[in-house]
């Protein structure tokens, strides 16, 4: 499948986040920014500008937010002695160290000018820092369109 | 390094898996779908379509899948309480909660036509499920070819 | 925003590392590689040939240096017991798992001719096994360029 015109978008998804674990929804966001892009075949790279905070995908509904949040709380304690949080004051060491393990980006294969995913897949922005926070999420669609 | 013809080529690997934490190599048929893309120089993406399965790259070898299980099981224990499970009763929260935390997708440069890995560096997909499914991996090549 | 030219560019970024859970800040080479490259929009790659080391984003500072090693330690420890070591006698059966866990690469987007990242978010490569190393790190830029 070659098609003629190489194709590089770019846009911005803003979100107010409320601090603490948060899961927000991306995905019509990101649909937008894809069908807008004129890419129709190529992929899609959604990515988080700042180190408290992550993108992977997950189910997205009220039970899988809270089992996330507990295993994040359990696996990478809030309360637990951080050398961050001595030498910067911030308290938001737990929230670096949970950003490195899941990551600061997800891409996906775009397809027929659409993100491939699974049916009860969303992409979401997780809210690791432990302050309210206004994100601007870089979305970048690179591929080929007519 | 600029090529003329920018290339952009999908394909789905399948496969069926047993459930619990398995671990299928999926380098052999990557490569495979490298080659026919025409892509010479570009990037390759790995991915699942769905929230219970994941990708990352591991030496594929009997010790490790054990291992790699064990340490989830440890890290998400199956039979922790999840709210996920209480609201849809299919008993996978923690398979959820694994994949968002491994990641849906890997993403490695391709140069003379290969993905570029490790000798002992494998692509793997990460059965999370806890029962078996069929699964479709979208794969995405997108650069420059002759 | 389309431009004309297709650009695919690849560098390798070397390293020696210590062994242990060590951080090498990666942001400036990897902007070199991407002002090189000739690509003015698209997305960077950040990769690791190998399978015990990984590469996420993090604010490169000496106490978070601290917290990340200490966190993998208590969620993979290097002391427990690994089949991979039984098997193969190297000792770094936790370097593996941490790994797969953290990931292999990190993709950005490109933005005039610059990845983009927050201010304290660096890319950071993990050195994970339980030796010094000398690492060869493949970067691919893919974009479009003037």
């Not at 030498?87 to 397809?111: I, K, M, Y």
Request: no cysteine.
């Amino acid at each position: 499948m070659t098609a003629s015109l190489p194709r590089v978008h770019g846009a911005e998804i803003e979100l107010q986040t409320g601090g603490g674990v948060e899961i927000h929804d991306l995905t019509a966001r990101v649909e937008d920014v894809v069908r807008a892009s004129g890419v129709v075949e190529g992929i899609v790279v959604v990515s988080v500008s700042g180190s408290t905070g992550a993108v992977t995908t997950i189910e997205h509904e009220p039970g899988l937010e809270h089992d996330l949040a507990a295993a994040l709380e359990r696996l990478v304690p809030r309360d637990a002695r951080y050398h961050h949080d001595e030498r910067w004051g911030d308290g938001n060491g737990h929230s670096h160290v949970r950003a490195a393990l899941v990551g600061p980006s997800v891409t996906l294969p775009v397809r027929e000018a659409t993100p491939v995913r699974g049916t009860w897949q969303q992409i979401v922005f997780v809210e690791l820092d432990n302050r309210p926070r206004h994100r601007r999420l870089p979305v970048q669609v690179v591929g080929v369109g007519r």
